[in-house]
């Protein structure tokens, strides 16, 4: 004699739905995305608001601001730049947008601010067609110059790549730092001639 097999409960089934609305799909996508951890952008890299700034460097007794300032409204080009992010800040610049000039290794301070006044193009110093720059020209000096110490000092530039990323020889400056930087340079952003 076999064992009866346990009768089988009959299963519920679930209620119908009613397809949901295109509204209420948006509606549940927004709340998802408002909900989701926001990413911060690595400080290196290019905001893709406008106007951006820069900051340019240049050890002094290689090629000074005032050697720029003799290059007149032609500029000259940021060559010899050997690093990627460096050259892809290049590649991210438009035309008319202001960098600070920075003394390195002699100095250690912005002296003045200068403008992209050619997009990148292939650096003419090698042959090597990874590398490109781009032209610039000077504006104006910095009243006074802005010491990296002083830089370094300030709560409000302690997230700045010339802090953070110091041996990036070309840089982005966020609006608010370019604004501080300027107000320890004595000038007014909103003055700078072109």
Known sequence: MSKAKPAKKAAKKPAAKKPASKQSVAKKATAKQAAAPKKSAPPNLVSPIRPAFWLFKSEPDVFSWDDLKKKGKRGEQWDGVRNYQARNNM????????????????????????????????????????????????????????????????????????????????????????????????????????
């Not at 650096?123 to 104006?140: F, G, L, P, Q, Y």
């Not at 709560?155 to 300027?182: G, H, I, Y």
């Not at 952003?189 to 072109?194: D, E």
């Open 91 to 194: 590649r991210a610049m438009e035309i008319g947008e202001l960098g600070f000039f920075y003394h390195s290794n002699i100095g250690l301070e912005v002296v003045g601010i200068c403008e992209v006044c050619k997009l990148a193009h292939p650096d003419s110093t090698t042959d090597d067609e990874r590398w490109e720059c781009v032209d610039v020209r000077a504006i104006c000096d910095m009243p006074i110059p802005v010491k990296l110490v002083d830089v370094k000092a300030s709560p409000a530039l302690e997230k700045m790549s010339l802090v953070t990323s110091m041996r990036l020889s070309v840089q982005p400056v966020l609006a608010d730092e370019w604004a501080e930087v300027c107000r320890m340079g004595g000038l007014d952003p909103k003055k700078i001639r072109k």
